[in-house]
């Protein structure tokens, strides 16, 4: 019980601080877009690399208490996933670099409807989810279908994209950790020795 509530808020605080740093770095990237779009671009990959080789150690430690472990593992995936399509932008054909982006946000908004319908009686949660779902496959048909878009267009929509993506993630760790770790939390009988009367 113990070890799975530290991991849930562990995973809840990661997504939180990675949240708020994409917040900002997005922020960054459109005001100051000559110094700051590029630099903006590698931090985040190094941040998403970082924090989703975190979760996916977190969500294998966690695998016999959790019921729900695969989601960490899934999420940290999609995190390094994101970061080696954000290092390779520039390296590979335009065309290729929309299709893995449209691939990438298809297969995050599978995540997050899969997610919805898992916690349907949740009526703020699945609404959350469902939007979130529903902006990825907007955003995944307009890289699949736009051929007006250039190399400075995608870094402009990506920065924009990971200030919400960022208040989403700040959300889902809020919710981590206000709903879903307290289920986990050890009780206080649990911390209660074991006496012995003879």
């Not at 979760?55 to 593992?73: D, Y």
Request: net charge positive.
């Amino acid at each position: 019980m113990s070890t799975a509530f530290h991991d849930l808020t562990r995973f809840a605080s990661t997504l939180m601080v990675r949240g708020c740093l994409m917040v900002a770095l997005g922020t960054a990237a459109l005001i100051w877009q000559d110094q700051m779009l590029l630099n903006a671009m590698m931090i985040t990959a190094l941040l998403f690399t970082i924090s989703g080789l975190y979760e996916m150690v977190l969500a294998v430690h966690s695998r016999a208490e959790v019921r729900g472990w695969f989601i960490a593992l899934v999420d940290g995936a999609a995190s390094i996933a994101f970061a080696l399509l954000t290092v390779t932008l520039t390296m590979i054909p335009f065309r290729a670099t929309m299709t893995l982006t449209a691939a990438w946000l298809l297969l995050y908004a599978s995540m997050s409807g899969s997610l919805a319908f898992a916690l349907w009686p949740m009526r703020r949660t699945r609404l959350t989810l469902l939007a979130w779902c529903a902006v990825d496959l907007l955003l995944a048909g307009m890289a699949l279908s736009s051929a007006r878009w250039t190399l400075y267009t995608l870094l402009y929509v990506g920065a924009g994209y990971a200030m919400v993506f960022g208040v989403f993630q700040w959300l889902a760790g809020l919710w981590l950790r206000r709903t879903a770790a307290p289920e986990f939390a050890p009780t206080t009988q649990a911390s209660w020795e074991v006496v012995s009367f003879k």
